[in-house]
């Protein structure tokens, strides 16, 4: 799957100073005709960070066939509805939380889960 709300990329930022190179990030939002995403970085204790960066054709291609944006021939149309980043994160902190205690109940019947 392409580019989408929510993933993770790693990219290095230019709009701020950062001595570390390349950055993991969240998307957080996309163009709806795709001509940029904006990710979003944890900044500690300043906060969070956006940059927004290009969109290669070869993201830009898979997002049309998969809907995610309109192609520049199409009619414009509002981007899908999308899960933020904090939704996003506390989706997953629920995931967590039920593969854990789903590995609970496997254990406690005497079955090994297979990452173990």
Do not use: W
Request: hydrophobic share 35%; proline share 8%.
């Amino acid at each position: 799957m392409g580019l989408y709300v929510g993933k993770q990329v790693v990219v290095t930022p230019v709009g701020f100073d950062t001595k570390m190179g390349e950055l993991t990030g969240t998307v957080v939002y996309i163009h709806p005709k795709g001509k940029y995403y904006v990710v979003e970085f944890d900044a500690g204790k300043k906060g969070t960070v956006c940059e927004s960066f290009p969109i290669s054709n070869e993201d830009m291609l898979e997002m049309i066939q998969e809907g995610v944006v309109q192609g520049e021939t199409e009619p414009f149309l509002p981007p899908p509805p999308h899960i933020t980043a904090k939704e996003l994160e506390k989706k997953l902190s629920e995931m967590a939380k039920e593969e854990r205690a789903a590995r609970r109940k496997l254990r406690a019947t005497g079955v090994r889960p297979d990452d173990e």
